[in-house]
Structure formats: C-alpha cells, structure tokens
C-alpha cells in the first residue's frame, strides 16, 4: 500500500478554555476536576479526546493575568457537537470565553 493511501482527511478541533471563575478570577476547579469532568462528557457523548494542560496569558477587563489553560483535541467529532461540547464545558467552568479552532488534517494509524 502507498503512503499517500494510509492517510484519511478529516477535521480536527480544538477547544482552548482556561480554569479561571469569570466573576472571581480565581483557579476554583484544579486540572484533576476538569480532567474527570471531560471524562464523564465524552464517555457520555462515545467522544474521543486528548488532553494538553499548558499556561495561557490575557487582558481582560481588570487587567493581564495568567492562568491554567486547557486544549481539548477532537478529531472524528461533527462541528456541531464540537460546538456544544465548548459551550457545555464554559458553563461548567463559568468562564468568560474559550477558543475553537477547526482545520483540515491527514491522518493514519499505524
């Protein structure tokens, strides 16, 4: 088989959300919290994920901070459920905003 013949194309998203209460900018729910709540979700949902913790930096209306940030990876995902997975998880969170990217890859299991 070609190499070219192992790849398939597909939409890969990702969902940025940092652990900052919007009303207290204080870290309420730590990495572990998100981490079992993601879990509970996705089994629900059958929803393939993986799960980078990183440090993330923003102005908002009190000024720049820092904080916890979060990158949920989703591929074999529709746009729509991708979509009510991010909204879901913000409300959870109760953050201001979180991010989605969506873009084209090529992938294959080996």
Known sequence: MRQEEL?????????????KD???????????????MLTEICTEKQISFSLLTQLGGYTHNKGYTTETSL?????GIDE?????LGERLK??????????TKSEIESAFL
Do not use: C, H, P, Q
Request: aromatic residues 10%; charged residues 35%.
């Open 71 to 75: 990158r949920i990876i989703l591929i």
């Open 91 to 100: 409300e959870k969170i109760n953050t201001d905003t979180i991010m989605i």
């Open 7 to 19: 790849f398939n194309r597909s939409m890969k998203y990702e969902i940025f959300i940092g652990i």
């Open 22 to 36: 919007k009303d207290s900018y204080e870290e309420i729910l730590n990495v572990d919290d998100f981490k079992a």
């Open 80 to 84: 729509a459920e991708a979509l009510r």
